[in-house]
């Protein structure tokens, strides 16, 4: 669903890094992957309101502000 979303904005980038990686996955790691493999990227993390309410709540969040901008909608 995210391929047919995105086709044709080349700004935009859908990654299965996660289901690669395989077993139990934090953001964290995530965007830490991401970041060590676009340096010159500017990374934002989408989520809905209801994961937002409970972001303070995740693993490693403040580290998770430091790289990443997010879009919550």
Known sequence: MLEIATEGNDA???SDIEVARGGQ???FET???LQKE???KRLVLFMGTD???T???WRFP???LEKVSL???
């Open 51 to 53: 994961m937002f309410l």
């Open 38 to 40: 676009n340096p010159d």
């Open 62 to 64: 403040k580290k998770i």
């Open 31 to 33: 965007v830490l992957q």
């Open 71 to 73: 879009g919550v909608f």
């Open 12 to 14: 935009l980038q859908v």
């Open 25 to 27: 996955s934090y953001t």
């Open 55 to 57: 972001f303070e709540n």
